[in-house]
C-alpha cells in the first residue's frame, strides 16, 4: 500500500528503511526521496516507533 503518494513509496519500502533511521528525515534521506505535501509524515514517525519496538523485543527474546 503506498503510504507517501508524492513520492509512490510503499508500506514495505518505508518499513525496510525505518529499521536503520531515527527520523522522518533519515527515511526519505534513504530511500532517496524528500518529504512533499507532509501528510504521510506520522505514518513515518509511526514506522519508525514500529521498528525501534521490534528491535527491543528482539534483544529481549535473545537475552
Do not use: H, W
Request: hydrophobic share 40%; aromatic share 4%.
Amino acid at each position: 500500500m503506498y503510504i507517501c503518494i508524492c513520492n509512490a513509496l510503499k508500506d514495505r519500502q518505508l518499513a525496510e528503511a525505518a529499521n536503520d533511521c531515527n527520523s522522518v528525515a533519515d527515511v526519505f534521506k534513504k530511500c532517496g526521496t524528500r518529504p512533499q505535501c507532509g501528510k504521510c509524515l506520522n505514518d513515518v514517525a509511526d514506522l519508525i516507533d514500529n521498528a525501534r519496538a521490534a528491535q527491543g523485543e528482539m534483544v529481549l527474546a535473545a537475552e
